[in-house]
Each structure stands twice: as structure tokens, then as C-alpha cells.
């Protein structure tokens, strides 16, 4: 079975600030790892997510998150937040065991960001 | 709007009530998926339906709760005798089944905005 830590659950920051939200996991097998974010008073909605090759990957509004297997680690970055990107954002891992498993995914508790002006 | 829709979006019940949420997911998905969350948790595997048929259900998901999705569209999600812990977030979300060459949507789910569940 598999299991998501969020490090933090509040982060403030000021508006241009970098920031960093930090999730590790564990699994006895290979996984798939996500982040997801929750705007207020909306769904959640893919963020970014980590399958297979570069352990690098971004989304199309600048955050990105690093797979790192020896820490097993996958930390969510931004070098210069809005206002806008105040939201809720969850850590999610499944396992990498076919088709069955796409779907069912373990999420951490989340972490509220707040960016101040 | 062609996202995923529950409902209600809000159920006040007292302990001991049925109650019934729906789900009506993005019509060419077929994957469906109930979560749960409750209150500063991230959101828990409840059940998942590929097309008519339910193939996984949570060891969190009691003989109390039961899920359909009796034509592969939109599915019911029903507790019976309801207890005060089962308040939460009820979350529904539907995907492709992962996609092709050109698109990879394995794990990428979409959530609807959620059904929350106070019992009394």
C-alpha cells in the first residue's frame, strides 16, 4: 500500500516569492505521482503529473515538480507566485501496475497556499 | 458547461437516513470514480466503475454504502442508515480509460465540485 506526506499544511507567501511545497511518499512499487489543485469553490483539477522518463515536469502556468527516487520525493515549485495561485494543492501517488490501478489514487492532506499582495 | 455534475451539492440528513448522491460524468469518459474527504484530509478511494461494471470497491466502502452506474453513464452513490461519521465531501470524477500515442491521461482524473454530507 501506498502513502502520501504532505510536509506542510499552510504555506503564505508574498506575491513574487518562490515557493515550495513539499510531499514524499511511500510504495513498495513503482508509482505514477501527481499534483492536484483545488481553486475555491471549484473541483479538483490536474496540476502536473510524473508517468515515466524526465523526472522533471511543468505545467503550463510555471509550477513544476522533480521525481526524486532516492528521497522519494516529489516537491512542487514555483519561482514567482500570483495572487492567483491561491489554492489548495494535493500530492497523489498510484501504483504503476496497469490499467486497473490509472484511477485509484492515494492523496496526501494537502497544502493550503496563500499568496498576499 | 461539460464537466463532471453532482448532486445535490449539499444533503443535511439525521443519523439513520438514506440518502442518495448522483454523478453524471463527461459523457465520452468511461471511468468513473468516488472519493471521499473529509475535513483537513486529502480526498480517499472509495470505488470505480469501467463502464456498467464495478470493478474495485474500498475496504472504507460498508455494506452501508452502495454504488451503481446501471448504463454507464451517470451513477448513484447511496448510504443507508446514515451515522454522523459518514459526513464528508462526497467526490465523484470520470476519465478515459488512459488514451493513446498521441495523449497519455493515465491518473488524470476530473473532479466534479463534490456532494457534502452533514448527518445529524
Given at each position: 500500500?501506498?502513502?502520501?506526506?504532505?510536509?506542510?499544511?499552510?504555506?503564505?507567501?508574498?506575491?513574487?516569492?518562490?515557493?515550495?511545497?513539499?510531499?514524499?511518499?511511500?510504495?513498495?512499487?513503482?508509482?505514477?505521482?501527481?499534483?492536484?489543485?483545488?481553486?475555491?469553490?471549484?473541483?479538483?483539477?490536474?496540476?502536473l503529473?510524473?508517468?515515466?522518463?524526465?523526472?522533471?515536469?511543468?505545467?503550463?502556468?510555471?509550477?513544476?515538480?522533480?521525481?526524486?527516487?532516492?528521497?522519494?520525493?516529489?516537491?512542487?515549485?514555483?519561482?514567482?507566485?500570483?495572487?492567483?495561485?491561491?489554492?489548495?494543492?494535493f500530492?497523489?501517488?498510484?501504483?504503476?501496475?496497469?490499467?486497473?490501478?490509472?484511477?485509484?489514487?492515494?492523496?496526501?492532506?494537502?497544502?493550503?497556499?496563500?499568496v498576499?499582495? | 458547461?461539460?464537466?463532471?455534475?453532482?448532486?445535490?451539492?449539499?444533503k443535511?440528513?439525521?443519523?439513520g437516513?438514506?440518502?442518495t448522491?448522483?454523478?453524471?460524468?463527461?459523457?465520452?469518459?468511461n471511468?468513473?470514480?468516488?472519493?471521499?474527504?473529509?475535513?483537513?484530509?486529502?480526498?480517499e478511494?472509495?470505488?470505480?466503475?469501467?463502464?456498467?461494471?464495478q470493478?474495485?470497491?474500498?475496504?472504507?466502502?460498508?455494506?452501508?454504502?452502495?454504488?451503481?452506474?446501471?448504463?454507464?453513464?451517470?451513477?448513484t452513490?447511496?448510504?443507508?442508515?446514515?451515522?454522523?461519521?459518514?459526513?464528508?465531501?462526497?467526490?465523484?470524477?470520470?476519465?478515459?480509460?488512459w488514451g493513446?500515442?498521441?495523449?497519455?491521461?493515465?491518473?488524470?482524473?476530473?473532479?466534479?465540485?463534490?456532494?457534502?454530507?452533514?448527518?445529524?
Amino acid at each position: 500500500a501506498q502513502s502520501v506526506t504532505q510536509l506542510d499544511s499552510q504555506v503564505p507567501v508574498f506575491e513574487e516569492a518562490p515557493v515550495e511545497l513539499r510531499c514524499n511518499y511511500s510504495s513498495s512499487v513503482s508509482v505514477y505521482l501527481f499534483w492536484y489543485v483545488q481553486y475555491p469553490n471549484q473541483g479538483l483539477q490536474l496540476l502536473l503529473k510524473y508517468l515515466s522518463g524526465s523526472t522533471l515536469v511543468k505545467s503550463i502556468n510555471g509550477f513544476e515538480a522533480e521525481f526524486n527516487k532516492s528521497q522519494t520525493s516529489f516537491h512542487l515549485r514555483k519561482p514567482s507566485v500570483h495572487i492567483s495561485d491561491t489554492a489548495e494543492y494535493f500530492c497523489a501517488v498510484s501504483e504503476d501496475a496497469g490499467g486497473t490501478s490509472y484511477g485509484k489514487l492515494t492523496f496526501g492532506q494537502g497544502t493550503i497556499l496563500t499568496v498576499h499582495p | 458547461d461539460t464537466g463532471v455534475s453532482q448532486d445535490p451539492r449539499h444533503k443535511i440528513t439525521k443519523r439513520g437516513q438514506n440518502v442518495t448522491f448522483r454523478c453524471d460524468p463527461i459523457s465520452e469518459h468511461n471511468r468513473l470514480y468516488w472519493y471521499r474527504q473529509t475535513l483537513g484530509q486529502g480526498p480517499e478511494f472509495l470505488t470505480y466503475f469501467q463502464n456498467e461494471a464495478q470493478l474495485e470497491k474500498s475496504r472504507l466502502l460498508s455494506d452501508r454504502f452502495s454504488a451503481e452506474r446501471p448504463k454507464g453513464s451517470f451513477s448513484t452513490l447511496e448510504i443507508q442508515r446514515t451515522e454522523q461519521g459518514d459526513s464528508a465531501m462526497y467526490l465523484c470524477a470520470s476519465s478515459f480509460l488512459w488514451g493513446g500515442p498521441s495523449f497519455d491521461y493515465r491518473g488524470e482524473l476530473f473532479f466534479g465540485e463534490g456532494s457534502r454530507l452533514t448527518v445529524l
